[in-house]
């Protein structure tokens, strides 16, 4: 992808890195905000189901119920709208770290309808460890590498897709599918510069852009083969106060 640069007598330039995590994080939201209007309202008819029969039977007992079951549905609605909006304000917490467990245990549950039509078993593990990344930036990275695991994985009936964290001076995240696996021009890259991508919303940004964030905070990403049979990427970034 490049831009005018009047600069340079209308010839064309890379754009700025900012500007491509930007455009990135922002189609990121446009290929969420499908899935998650859909889990939300998935909540709310299970919210208005046990609201109707709690109107046909409002003894005691089915009141305890119910209540209960309404109000864990809407703190799931509230929590899942909650984590979308943060992903796509601006950015706010340059200084903060970040827990990469949480947030890719976030990133699946973003997925969890597409992850379920497709078939694809997925499952976040590992420790509880502090980064010294931004939040909102190791989000952006998770999901891209969650995406592109869900369309190495399209139809296959057995998808697997795994995310395990290991804490230490150095926090290490591995991202594991059992799809078709790296292509060797992919995996021996050294640039990962963007590229079209083949999936309806894609950009082809997400590896490039990845690595940048990354990079930014003393971090790296490697791609390799997976345990799975298919692809793994390997993100390290440093311990918060490392």
Do not use: Y
């Not at 984590?83 to 949480?102: C, I, M």
């Not at 078993?121 to 999901?143: E, K, N």
């Not at 591995?174 to 079209?196: C, I, K, L």
């Amino acid at each position: 992808m490049s831009v005018a640069d009047p600069a340079s007598g209308g010839q064309t330039a890379a754009p700025p890195a900012d500007w491509l995590a930007l455009v990135n994080r922002h189609a990121l939201a446009v290929r969420l905000i499908a899935t998650t209007v859909h889990d939300v309202n998935n909540i709310l008819q299970v919210v208005s189901g046990a609201a109707e029969v709690l109107a046909l039977d409002p003894s005691p007992a089915a009141v305890a119920k119910r209540t209960t079951s309404i109000v864990g549905q809407s703190a799931a609605a509230t929590t899942v709208l909650a984590a979308l909006t943060g992903f796509v304000r601006a950015e706010t917490d340059a200084r903060d770290g970040a827990r990469p467990l949480a947030l890719a245990t976030q990133a699946l549950a973003f997925r969890q309808h597409a992850l379920r039509k497709g078939r694809i078993t997925s499952g976040a593990t590992g420790d509880d460890a502090m980064c010294g990344m931004p939040r909102q930036r190791l989000q952006q990275v998770l999901l891209n590498l969650v995406l592109n695991a869900e369309h190495a994985l399209a139809g296959r009936l057995d998808g697997e897709l795994r995310i395990v964290v290991t804490g230490g001076d150095v926090v290490v995240v591995t991202v594991d599918d059992n799809g078709p696996g790296w292509g060797d021009a992919t995996a021996s890259s050294d640039a990962w510069p963007p590229r079209p991508g083949t999936s309806p919303g894609a950009l082809g940004l997400g590896l490039s852009v990845s690595r940048d964030l990354l990079a930014r905070v003393g971090g790296t990403l490697a791609c390799e083969p997976s345990p799975l049979g298919g692809a793994r990427v390997t993100l390290r970034v440093p311990a918060l106060g490392g």
